[in-house]
């Protein structure tokens, strides 16, 4: 996700989903208001569909944020890797 910062240099925000720990389709939500300034970002796991855990179940969600300038589809994919641990 890419946005002006409060500065008005350009800036990006990297979310990685774990595939081992996390929901198998995950949606983003964010909010982008210029006005107030606000900006938030963050997984919606359950805006698809309902997770139901029986009682003592639990679920674990795993994410890395990186908080990025300028990149590339090079660099990103190459973060990604390295979170995964390859």
Same mark, same amino acid.
């Given at each position: 996700?890419?946005?002006? =910062? ?10 990685? %989903? ?9 949606r983003?939500?964010y ?14 796991? *359950? ?10 179940? =639990? ?7 990186? *908080?990025?300038? %300028?990149? =590339?589809?090079?660099?990103?994919? =190459?973060?990604?890797? %390295?979170?995964?641990?390859?």
């Open positions: 996700m890419g946005f002006s =910062s409060l500065t008005g240099e350009r800036v990006g925000i990297g979310m990685f %989903q774990h595939p081992e720990y996390t929901t198998s389709s995950t983003w939500y909010v982008n208001d210029a006005k107030i300034p606000f900006f938030y970002y963050s997984p919606a796991s *359950i805006y698809d569909k309902n997770i139901k855990l029986l009682k003592g179940e =639990s679920l674990t969600l795993k994410y890395r944020v990186w *908080i990025l300038g %300028q990149t =590339s589809e090079k660099l990103l994919e =190459s973060k990604y890797r %390295q979170y995964l641990g390859n």
